[in-house]
């Protein structure tokens, strides 16, 4: 019964940590009174006892997303390719699950208030974050955000500004009004929470592929989905596993703190894929970055335009660019010229893709898109 309950948690995307600890806890206290430790199992079933544990506090926000096989995309590369689909998630991205994490830990009910600054998917993490924890969110987003993510962060009842052109001008607004109104930060990418709650998709990927990666693709944009990924590996025995970073052109802040050998700021964010647009890269994932089994790629719009079509037609789901850049790496040959070049192997072990996800997308943006990407 004990085991089912925990398995059953487990798959809720329960924190691991907490689990153990009650299960060493209960261990520890069978051979005298396991009630004196939590009176809640006095004659109850254990799964009770499991539900009594302070829930709102342990268990995320986030769903276990789902992993599948993309066949098309499989024939490609004559390797398995697995999809850990993050665009199903309530809040549209993989973001929920740092941000909603964080949120957790740092923003208790009697919060004034959590604040955020984002291109979009941050911000709707942490208004969903906040609307579960009945406190009010504020989300600061630059003008470069589509009109659509306003409206969906209103309709989660957050409250949104219009700050400056691109995300670093709205971090900054989002950190000035922290401090003058007492709200709680929310970096979208820039925190060793956010991190530790993104490292339950590799928990999640341990527990479900049927062998270890051949490679992980990702997107990039401040280097937080990078951080958690690589802290996920490291924690399951996976630390060598290649990592492959995708970016834009034009939101490269990574890529080109690699080719100048330390951190850089951008002069401006060029690129479609404003999700992607932090000028400057966390210094934790310019440090993963240093790993001989880290690669970093760039793509152009286009191309990351380009693969959110064709993902929508072979796959029949619609994300955005930031995640297109993701997909190109499969779509537009960047995995097979690595092998050529002898930078992964070949053949190569499952891939898995991180579809990212994201909200900033709709039919009609798709069609703005295809008139400015290049
Ligand atoms: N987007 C952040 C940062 O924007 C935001 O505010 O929403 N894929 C999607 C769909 C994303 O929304 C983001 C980040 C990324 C990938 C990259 O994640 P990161 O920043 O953790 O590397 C400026």
Redesign the pocket.
Known sequence: MLCNAVLAELDRGQCLQCLLYILSQLAVSSSSSRSDLYPGLKGSCSTALLYSFNMNKIQGFHINSPLSESLPMSRRLGTPVYLKM?SSQPS????IR?IGHLVQQLAGPSSKGVI??????????TAYAARKLSIPATII?PSSSPRLVVEKLQDLGAMVKVVGK??DDAYAEALRLSKSENLVLVP??DHPL?WEG?TSIIRELKASLPSRPGAVV???????????VMQGLDEVGWGDVPVLCMETHG?DC?NAAIKAGRLVTLPDITSEA?????KT??SK?FEYSKRPNIISELVTDRQALQAVELFLDEERVL??L??G??LAAVYSGVIQRLQDEGRLPAPLGPLVVIV?????VSLAQLQHLRTVCK
């Open positions: 993050e549209g991205s993989f973001k740092g955020c600054s984002s291109g979009g998917n941050a911000g709707l993490a987003v691109v995300w979208p990418f956010v993104h990702l997107s990039v944009g401040g280097g937080g989905l990078f951080c958690g939101a990574l404003k999700c992607l647009g932090a890269a966390c994932a994300v955005e930031a995640c850049a993701s990212c996800g994201g909200s900033s």
